[in-house]
DNA sequence: CGATAACCGAGACGGTACGTCGAGTCTTGGC
DNA sequence: GCCAAGACTCGACGTACCGTCTCGGTTATCG
């Protein structure tokens, strides 16, 4: 499915609407790539979201207001479609076994955290989310459910291993891993990411269970 | 505990800045709360985080601006002490096992996820933490260390009691618990938080474990 | 007199710069009529001049912006091209009289102010005329001194006759009734103009002097 | 009449907007004093009408541009404001004979036409007159008006005197007059009004007549 | 009791960014 | 080389808020 995406996926950017054969000069590509690298530029020289402003966005890509506008409807959609462009791709996961799996995957959401650039993205995410519906459905669509099935897809592998219980819910076992992670990405920035054998620990704390001999005692 | 807590907890606002018998007409109370409740009727009604205004705030509450202004230093604050006011207060627990406290913990975070009033303050919490640095340890301190400390009180009783493994990370626990409910929470509004079993299942997933036979063999 | 004038006096226009033998497809006569008809009929429909856009031309016209910038050099030199396409021919004096040809004349001018199309042109000269220099010496030599050269020959022939006085200021003449007519013109558009008796009253006041018996006897 | 007229004659400025007892900071008298001195300077360094921006006048007075739209609704009405703000007073008239009242008025209007600033003030009036249909009616009551009474009162005594004949068409004399002096004025900036006898010459024109024996005799 | 001082609503102030529009130029494919 | 279409840069438009600053007027406490 989806085998021959090439274009890259530029949601909630206004499409020149006309349906066939495209007349008059084309957009420039030139000026699209100007843009996200201004916005990237001012982003790692630590502008907040505050501070990233239209016109300095199109001053420093050398590009006039209107080339942005005839893009993006507004401030917050050229924000949304920047983001989703830096989000970084899914790591190959090894395959060797579930669980192996599941440290890769939180291996990969910690580096990511540890990321300026990553943890710029989730901030305007998260900021934006809710502002902007549009965003809410994009990004859930484009980057939360993709992850979520890989998570899920791992799990079954693992039910059906033996490594994971049978009665195990997928959801639930997705969100308390990849929350944690958020958690210490977003809610803190002096955040204990820096450990290395953080998933190692969370997976395992999570396959192993918590409970000391009374908890089994009970069961 | 806490027994003589009658003025609310106003962090960042700017107090009148004489330290001594104070002259003058003193700040009119009614004023502060019009802000207050204009602030809730506006978001009640759908404001957006953008949506909200001073001049706006203002005028719904029948205020000058100068009044807001001679109370906190910016809007960001105004709105962070509008959101620590909304923090609904912390239950109480019961006691009778770490176990139960644990899931009556969650139960109030899955209530809290339910409301509109309080998902609208983490929404707010969200996006200005990072703008706001001073927001940031403030809710910190205020909010956050106060539930972990409650969580980490409630295992360390677990362990003592044999519920919980010698070897908890008191730290991990928490978040993976906490994660998860901000994910349904924040993440997604059609949330799946309508489940009144979701704190059960959750904590004693923690606790049992989600490995499976091949997984606990391998131990 | 003027019998080869086909080509349209079109000034400030872009002739295509090469000199010799002009080679590629030649400018579309459809296109200029096109123009030049989309802006008489944007006039007509009660544009002010401030509405009157290049790009509502082309749009109005069915033609490329570009198509308009090839003849001429900006906006003005278009109006102003356009503006002296629309001035009404001459009249034919009847040669009667001098009297009688200076009552000619203002009666054309009487009727080109009640002129809704005439109207426009002038405003548009008046407008004009000061912020585009070339558009000065153009209309001044082709239009302006035009008629002066009128009035100035009927006014020399009515000298010779006997009808004028020998010491008659030309110029002054030529204002005085040129400037009474404009100013009910440009300056009023409830104006009386109605009147068809004016041209005569006008002449024939100036011919016979406004003075009364105290200024008779005191010369 | 009107002998308490203190306040300058401001027309379509935006009056605030309440009627009686006045509230909030009133409205800064220096602010209004730097925007219309920031457009008399740029006016006299040069600046055309589509020179003149609301950005540069704001820039030029010190001033925000919020100042300026809230007291004139758009570009155009601030600059009739200006106009109007920048007219001379009229002349002083003698009142030694009709006559002479004449010849200074036109002497007044000569020197107007030889002063920069009230050059531009006429063609601003004359660009905008027909595109803001609102001031032509402020300018031609406050200005236009005014001086055809002033015109009319001292051919009214003219005619009582016997100084001009009885049936004197008193709007045809003040047109001539003042219609030859605007097309040397308006139309001509190299314009023939360096001659200090021209208001003679001009007024004696028309009280002689310019008709010669023929005409005379034919009448 | 009167002065003093800080409060109050209202709204103007200088700025900054927004999103729109037009001018004049450039670049497509097509005739 | 022209044509229609429509992109491009630039710069002004008119609007909205921000945070500050007066206004006239209202309570408090202090002297």
Chains 1, 2, 3, 4 share one sequence.
């Not at 085998?3 to 950017?13: E, F, H, N, V």
């Not at 190959?92 to 990511?112: C, W």
Request: aromatic share 4%.
């Amino acid at each position: 499915m989806d085998t021959d995406r090439q274009t890259p996926p530029s949601a909630l950017a206004v499409e020149p609407h006309c349906a066939a054969p495209r007349r008059g000069r084309p957009r420039s590509e030139a000026a699209e790539q100007a843009i996200f690298a201004a916005i990237e530029r001012l982003m790692m020289e630590g502008a907040g979201l505050g501070d990233l402003t239209i016109e300095g966005i199109a001053q420093a890509a050398g590009v006039g207001k209107a080339t942005i506008y005839r893009r993006w409807p507004n401030k917050e959609a050229l924000l949304v479609d920047a983001v989703v462009r830096l989000e970084t791709p899914e790591p190959e996961l090894s395959g060797s076994s579930a669980r192996q799996d599941l440290i890769e995957t939180l291996e990969y959401m910690r580096r990511r955290g540890l990321d300026k650039r990553s943890r710029w993205v989730l901030m305007v995410i998260f900021h934006q989310l809710h502002s902007l519906p549009e965003l809410k459905s994009v990004y859930y669509d484009r980057v939360i459910q993709r992850r979520r099935q890989v998570i899920r897809d791992v799990a079954r592998r693992g039910v059906a291993s033996g490594e994971f219980r049978a009665d195990l819910d997928l959801d639930l076992l997705a969100e308390m891993l990849v929350g944690a992670m958020l958690v210490r990405t977003v809610l803190w920035d002096d955040s204990p990411l820096d450990d290395p054998a953080l998933p190692v620990t969370m997976v395992d704390a999570l396959l192993s269970g918590l409970g000391g001999p009374a908890h089994a005692a009970a069961r």
